[in-house]
């Protein structure tokens, strides 16, 4: 049986070496969006691309995995993970409690929350404190203006609601700011040649983060991700990524 034997070696030779080299081993991540939210996630020139894109690019290359991307409208994507067909959703998904009942969560990598902008050079609003007794543009029907009314000192802020152009307004100083959540906020400060400042943190908090099943198999994954993404949080990268799209770092607190 000496021919048995070697064969049966060299199969295990050719097995531990795949086993202490799992990048043979690995499926591609199999990853949802919706390519349908600028700058996030979008299709120019039949190509896949955004802030979501780049960073899950990053998390891929740091794991040593390839992304496979399935795009469908976003109500569909949570199906989708539902039912196995992807591994995870990178489309700015915001941590609910209702959805940490049926998902685990990665940590954060975008942090987002209610923000006041003002007129460039104005130094006496430096963060929602200072609103009292100031003007406040807000967009109709948007939940910024339930964050303000939810102020203790709401009574003190006149707040005016707008269909559009609360950014023109206040750089022409007919209102004192405005508030709207910090991405778009820090986009239309880069995008737009109005001369424009975010005043302070943010003041009512909007964590993103990747969900996944809760199964073992999700489990490992999420474990995965948290470790690529704190090596990428700590080399620079992620916040290189943000500010190549936002002109701020938008993946820390």
Not at 68 to 85: C, I, K, V, W
Not at 158 to 185: C, K, P, Q, W
Not at 223 to 244: C, P
Request: aromatic letters at 10%.
């Amino acid at each position: 049986g000496g021919i048995m034997k070697t064969a049966l070696l060299t199969a295990l030779t050719v097995f531990s070496l795949v086993a202490s080299w799992p990048l043979l081993a690995q499926e591609p991540l199999r990853i949802g969006m919706s390519g349908q939210y600028f700058p996030f996630t979008f299709v120019e020139q039949d190509q896949l691309q955004g802030f979501e894109v780049d960073v899950m690019e990053a998390l891929a290359e740091e794991l040593g995995r390839e992304v496979d991307y399935q795009t469908a409208n976003f109500s569909g994507l949570f199906g989708m993970l539902e039912s196995g067909r992807i591994d995870t959703v990178a489309n700015q998904i915001t941590i609910t409690k209702e959805r940490q009942q049926a998902y685990i969560f990665s940590e954060p990598y975008v942090y987002d929350g209610a923000q006041v902008v003002v007129k460039e050079g104005n130094t006496e609003i430096k963060g929602v404190e200072d609103l009292k007794g100031k003007t406040v543009a807000v967009n109709l029907g948007s939940n910024f203006e339930d964050l303000l009314r939810e102020l203790p000192y709401a009574d003190q802020i006149e707040i005016r609601t707008y269909d559009s152009n609360i950014e023109r307004d206040t750089a022409l100083g007919r209102v004192d700011a405005f508030v709207m959540d910090r991405v778009s906020a820090s986009q239309i400060i880069k995008d737009k040649p109005l001369p424009l400042a975010l005043a302070g943190p943010t003041f009512s908090s909007i964590t993103n983060a990747y969900p996944f099943r809760d199964t073992e198999q999700g489990r490992a994954l999420r474990d995965e991700i948290n470790r690529a993404l704190a090596a990428l949080r700590e080399d620079g990268t992620l916040k290189a990524i943000s500010e190549s799209w936002f002109g701020t770092d938008i993946t820390q607190p």
